[in-house]
């Protein structure tokens, strides 16, 4: 099988089922929304965080695209249990990858999303859920 073509399988699977979805009362949480004016992608990122700065707990609920949810769902499972600075290097290092760059291995299923680049008009969509996780940590609420 072809990386692409594996690729392609981790991307599918996570929109089939989409982990860490929110569920019930998301009171408590920091809380941010967005969206993609262009294809209608909507997500909203509910996020708790340890004393430490430490992602407790992530989920979101979207509606959009495969490659959309997909990012969502990879990049809550990705980060949870990071601490914030982590997290926000992860982030950049996402944003670099979606415009091209090479970042090198270890980055388990978000290295899936790195085709996303070959098409200009999706970077949005996979950066969707990215974005709101920076905004989420550079909020000045926190969970304790």
């Known amino acids: 099988m072809e990386f692409e ?17 929110c569920e019930g009362d998301d009171t408590g949480h920091i809380c941010v929304k967005h969206e ?30 495969s490659i959309s949810i997909s990012s969502a769902s990879i990049m809550t499972e990705a980060v949870k249990g990071l601490k914030k600075n982590e997290a926000m290097e992860l982030i950049e290092t996402v944003r670099r990858m979606m415009h091209g760059e090479v970042v090198g291995d270890g980055l388990g299923d978000i290295e899936a999303l790195q085709g996303v680049a070959k098409f200009p008009v999706r970077v949005k969509c996979a950066l969707l859920a990215w974005m709101a996780l920076k905004d989420a940590l550079q909020s000045p609420y926190r969970q304790r």
Do not use: F, V
């Open 5 to 21: 073509d594996l690729y392609q399988e981790i991307i599918l699977d996570h929109y089939r089922k989409p982990r860490n979805i």
């Open 36 to 65: 993609n004016p262009l294809c209608g992608d909507e997500l909203s990122l509910h996020m708790k965080m340890n004393r430490n700065d430490t992602i407790k707990d992530i989920c979101y609920r979207a509606r959009g695209c």
